[in-house]
């Protein structure tokens, strides 16, 4: 029983990793399709999502993302499946078929260049109200 539960508590581990490993990819690839306001948002977002997930996972297999380009949004999911050996958890029981084990991000498309304008606004308004000129 000790055995069965300290395996239990590293694919708990092996779990919480990839998932986190997942949220930050899929974020950060999201992030990194969002700058871009040309054409190629999907294409670039494609290949992020790709390259971060490659070497990032502990346990986690047979990884897929999705990638979803709106007008405003950016947002890439990442699906995959941790496998539990039946033979390692020292359980008489058969086979299952692994945890789901999922991660998404999202990140707001903005132009740059109206976003710095709208900075600028706020930072006169606030110099305004403070008395500076």
């Excluded at 086979?95 to 600028?120: L, M, N, Q």
């Amino acid at each position: 029983m000790i055995l069965t539960v300290i395996v239990l508590l590293i694919y708990l581990s092996f779990f919480l990793h990839d998932r986190c490993a997942m949220n930050t990819a899929a974020y950060q690839a999201a992030l990194r399709g969002s700058r871009i306001r040309t054409g190629e948002v999907f294409g670039t977002t494609e290949r992020a999502a790709a390259d971060l997930i490659k070497d990032a996972l502990l346990a986690t297999g047979s990884v897929s993302h999705e990638v979803k380009v709106t007008g405003e949004d950016v947002t890439v999911a990442y699906e995959g499946t941790l496998s539990i050996p039946a033979n390692v958890l020292f359980l008489p029981i058969t086979g299952s078929g692994g945890i789901r084990v999922a991660g998404k991000g999202t990140a707001k498309r903005k132009d740059p260049i109206k976003f710095i304008r709208e900075c600028r606004v706020v930072e006169n308004a606030i110099g305004h109200f403070r008395g500076e000129e």
